[in-house]
């Protein structure tokens, strides 16, 4: 079992900078296949950002390809979402995922573990 914490949201200017950051803890974090959604009032959960447990393949949602970037630190058991350019759209409850399955995928039934998620408030 794998227990994720998320952290780094917070209110910013559409324009500027915040670092999403998701500790995970209680299970080998370097198998994990690990990735972001978020969530915006009304509307569905959205893919974000996923990073293979080799680290090697990196996806992206079109919507933030560019702006935001994806890493992660296996010697910490954390991955990190730089995100830049935010944009009032940017706006919702950031959620972490993890998978320990072949590949990372787009596709939020691929994740059996979540995150309590971060709130995320870009204002114009």
């Known amino acids: 079992q794998v227990q994720l914490v998320e952290s780094g949201g917070g209110l910013v200017q559409a324009g500027g900078s915040l670092r999403l950051s998701c500790a995970a803890s209680?299970?080998?974090?370097?198998?994990?296949?690990m990735a972001w959604f978020r969530q915006a009032p009304g509307k569905e959960r959205e893919f974000v950002a996923g990073i293979r447990w080799t680290g090697i393949t990196i996806l992206y949602g079109d919507s933030v390809k560019g702006r935001f970037t994806l890493s992660r630190a296996n010697a910490k058991n954390t991955v990190y979402l730089q995100m830049n350019s935010l944009k009032p759209e940017d706006t919702a409850v950031y959620y972490c995922?993890?998978?320990?399955?072949?590949?990372?995928?787009?596709?939020?039934?691929?994740?059996?573990?979540w995150g309590q998620g971060t709130q995320v408030t870009v204002s114009s």
């Open positions: 209680g299970r080998t974090f370097r198998n994990l296949n």
């Open positions: 995922a993890a998978n320990g399955g072949p590949s990372v995928s787009r596709a939020q039934n691929e994740y059996d573990t």
